[in-house]
C-alpha cells in the first residue's frame, strides 16, 4: 500500500554486492519510516446490536448521495444538475478535525465525518449544527509505527442505509482498534457498535481509508496499510450485518505481506452485488502470482472469483507501481478500467478479468489516485498531472480525450455537463466543461486533503476540508 506517489523502492538483486548495498538500504529506509511506539493494549468496548423492532427506515430523496460518488458503482454522476455560470460560497463550518472523508447528503442533512472521530450532521441549507457523536478517541501519530494522519480517526467515507435509518462509519480508536459504528440519522444516537478487526490483524499497522460499501444487509469495509509500508498488514475486507450481529466475514490478500486494499472510494460494486477492489503492492517479486497488483472480484460473502494483474506485476511490485491507488470504474457493456501508479492503464472484461495479462487493452495513460466518475461512455480519472478524459469507442477499446491542467488532480464528480474537480494544495474547485475540459468557473474553498471529492446534492456541492466543510451554490 502506498497513499502517496512516492514511495520505497525495493530491489532484488542477484548480485551479491548490490543486494547487501540495497538490503542497508532498505533497513535503514524502513528505520527512518518506523517509529518507537508503544504496544497495543486490548480495547474492549460493549457491543451493541440493532433489535429488529428497532430499525426506523427512512427512505433517500434525489437529492440525497448517501455514499462515496453516490452509488454502489461510483459513477460520481447526477443527471440533471444544472451546469454553473459561476460558484458562490453558501456556507463554511469548523468542525473538530480534518475531513478527509466524503460528505454524505441524507434528508435535507449533511453527514460529515473527521479525523477527531466524530459525525456531525449540518443542516444542508444554513451549515448550522443539529448534531454531533463523538464515538472515540482517536489515535495520535506518535502511537503508530508509521502514517502521515494526526489524530488518525475517520477516514473512509461512510455510508448511510436507508432500511435502518443508519449511517455507518469505522472509527479508529485508542488502543488503537477499529471500531464499527452505526448512528440514527435523525439523532446521532449509537444503535450499532462493533469491533472490526478480524482475528489476527494487529489494528497498529493497518489503516481504513477505503470508503464503507452496502448491500444485502451489509456493511463492506477494506483495510491497506500506513503510509511508510510498516508492519506485517495486508489488504482485507471485511463484513459485518447492519444489525451488528453474527460473525464478520473476512477476506485477505493472500500474500505474504502489504498487498493493501486503500483506494478511497473502496469496494466497487456491480448489479448483482459483486465487489471489485484493486490491490496494491505485495510483498512478492517473483514467483506464482500472490494476487496484488491487481483487480479482484469477490463475491458478495467475499469469496475470490477472478483477477487481474499486469504481465509486469513482480517488477511493478519491486517498484511500487502497482494498480491500489485508483479504484476500478465500471463501464457500460461490462467492462472495467483499471490504473494505477505506473501510468498504464487498463482496459477489462467484468466476467473474466483475464488473470495475469489478460487486457483487452493496454494504454499509455497516467498516474491516477482515488476515484474516478463516469457518464454514459465517457469517464474521468484523477491524474497527477491533470485529469483525464477517456471514452469507449467500438472494438471495444479506449479513446483518449482532453486533459486538464496539472493543478486539477482532485477525485472528479458529474452534475449535468460539468466535471467538479479540486486543486487539493491551493483549495480551488473547479468546474470543467465536460465535453472540452474547458474551465467554466472556479472557487476557493480552502486546503483539502489530496483525496477530497466534491458531493453534490441539487444545486449545492458540498467539500470536505482540513478544517470543516464547505458549501458552494451552482448559480
Not at 435509518?165 to 464499527?180: D, Y
Not at 472469483?305 to 511490485?317: K, L
Not at 465500471?330 to 472484461?349: E, M, T, V
Request: charged share 10%.
Amino acid at each position: 500500500m502506498s497513499n502517496t506517489p512516492h514511495q520505497q523502492h525495493r530491489n532484488r538483486s542477484t548480485a551479491s554486492g548490490v543486494s547487501l548495498w540495497v538490503g542497508i538500504f532498505v533497513t535503514l529506509l524502513l528505520t527512518s519510516c518506523s517509529r518507537n511506539v508503544p504496544p497495543s493494549q486490548p480495547v474492549l468496548i460493549t457491543p451493541i446490536t440493532l433489535p429488529p423492532s428497532s430499525a426506523t427506515p427512512s427512505p433517500t430523496t434525489d437529492a440525497d448521495w448517501t455514499m462515496y460518488h453516490a452509488n454502489p458503482a461510483r459513477t460520481g454522476y447526477v443527471a440533471d444538475t444544472p451546469d454553473p455560470q459561476r460558484l458562490t460560497s453558501l456556507w463554511k463550518q469548523p468542525l473538530d478535525g480534518a475531513v478527509y472523508a466524503e460528505p454524505l447528503v441524507v434528508n435535507g442533512q449533511v453527514i460529515v465525518a473527521t479525523e477527531h472521530d466524530t459525525l456531525y450532521a449540518l443542516d444542508a441549507r444554513t451549515g448550522q449544527i443539529r448534531w454531533h457523536t463523538n464515538v472515540g478517541t482517536p489515535v495520535p501519530l506518535d502511537d503508530l509505527p508509521c502514517g502521515n494522519i494526526d489524530p488518525l480517526g475517520i477516514t473512509g467515507t461512510p455510508v448511510y442505509d436507508p432500511a435502518t435509518g443508519l449511517v455507518f462509519a469505522v472509527a479508529e480508536i485508542t488502543g488503537p482498534a477499529h471500531v464499527l459504528v452505526g448512528v440514527d440519522v435523525n439523532t446521532g444516537q449509537v444503535k450499532v457498535r462493533r469491533l472490526m478487526d478480524p482475528p489476527g490483524a494487529d489494528p497498529q499497522v493497518h489503516q481504513q481509508r477505503a470508503a464503507l460499501a452496502l448491500s444485502g444487509g451489509r456493511v463492506y469495509v477494506a483495510y491497506g496499510g500506513l503510509f511508510g509500508d510498516c508492519g506485517p498488514y495486508h489488504g482485507l475486507v471485511v463484513a459485518s450485518r447492519t444489525d451488528g450481529s453474527g460473525p464478520l466475514l473476512t477476506f485477505q490478500v493472500p500474500t505474504g505481506r502489504e498487498g493493501g486494499i486503500w483506494a478511497t472510494p473502496g469496494p466497487v460494486m456491480d448489479a448483482q452485488n459483486n465487489l471489485y477492489v484493486s490491490v496494491g503492492n505485495g510483498d512478492a517479486t517473483e514467483g506464482d502470482w500472490d494476487h496484488t497488483d491487481s483487480v479482484l472480484r469477490l463475491s458478495p460473502t467475499l469469496q475470490l472469483e477472478d483477477g487481474f494483474a499486469p504481465q509486469s506485476w513482480a517488477s511493478d511490485n519491486a517498484s511500487d507501481l502497482d494498480l491500489g491507488s485508483m479504484a476500478p470504474v465500471l463501464l457500460p457493456d461490462g467492462l472495467i478500467y483499471a490504473d494505477g501508479k505506473s501510468g498504464q492503464g487498463y482496459l477489462l472484461q467484468a466476467n473474466h478479468l483475464g488473470g495475469v495479462g489478460g487486457q483487452l487493452q493496454t494504454i499509455s495513460a497516467c498516474r491516477a489516485f482515488g476515484g474516478a466518475a463516469v457518464s454514459g461512455q465517457s469517464f474521468f480519472i484523477p491524474c497527477t498531472n491533470g485529469l483525464q478524459q477517456l471514452t469507449v469507442v467500438s472494438g471495444p477499446r479506449l479513446a483518449i480525450g482532453w486533459h486538464a491542467p496539472q493543478q486539477i488532480s482532485g477525485s472528479p464528480v458529474i452534475g449535468g455537463q460539468t466535471i467538479y474537480s479540486l486543486d487539493p494544495g491551493d483549495g480551488v474547485l473547479y468546474a470543467l466543461n465536460a465535453a472540452t475540459g474547458k474551465v467554466r468557473t472556479t472557487l476557493a474553498v480552502g486546503t483539502t486533503s489530496r483525496f477530497a471529492t466534491p458531493t453534490i446534492s441539487g444545486t449545492t456541492l458540498f467539500i470536505g476540508t482540513l478544517t470543516g466543510v464547505v458549501a458552494v451554490s451552482i448559480s
